[in-house]
């Protein structure tokens, strides 16, 4: 079994910036992929960024693209995801996830294990 705790959510005001954090534990895989997905009220969740940890490759939603940065530590098992210009439209839970093949994804039910989420409210 997986676990994935998130941290770094907040309130902040439009064009600040939040990095947020996945810290995974449990079983470990020789190859997954991990990803940032976001739901916000009334909406589907959806997709925000992947990461391949072997290599590093990664995938961004065109609503993220410039403003968002996946990365990850492989020595801690943690995920990031620096957010920068934030604005009201990011406002949502956000959720970590984690696919147990290698390849990134942004499908939601290709990931195996998912957080709890934490929430991102940006304010005008």
């Known amino acids: 079994q997986v676990q994935l705790a998130e941290s770094g959510g907040g309130l902040v005001q439009v064009g600040a910036s939040l990095r947020l954090s996945c810290a995974a534990s449990?079983?470990?895989?020789?190859?997954?992929?991990m990803g940032w997905f976001r739901q916000a009220p009334g909406k589907e969740r959806e997709f925000v960024a992947a990461?391949?940890?072997?290599?590093?490759?990664?995938l961004y939603a065109d609503s993220v693209t410039g403003r968002f940065t996946i990365s990850r530590e492989n020595g801690k098992a943690t995920l990031y995801l620096q957010m920068n210009n934030l604005r009201p439209e990011d406002t949502a839970v956000y959720y970590c996830?984690?696919?147990?093949?290698?390849?990134?994804?942004?499908?939601?039910?290709?990931?195996?294990?998912w957080g709890q989420g934490t929430q991102v409210t940006v304010s005008e």
């Open positions: 996830a984690l696919r147990r093949l290698g390849l990134e994804s942004r499908r939601p039910e290709a990931y195996n294990y």
């Open positions: 990461i391949r940890w072997i290599g590093g490759s990664t």
């Open positions: 449990g079983r470990t895989f020789s190859d997954y992929a």
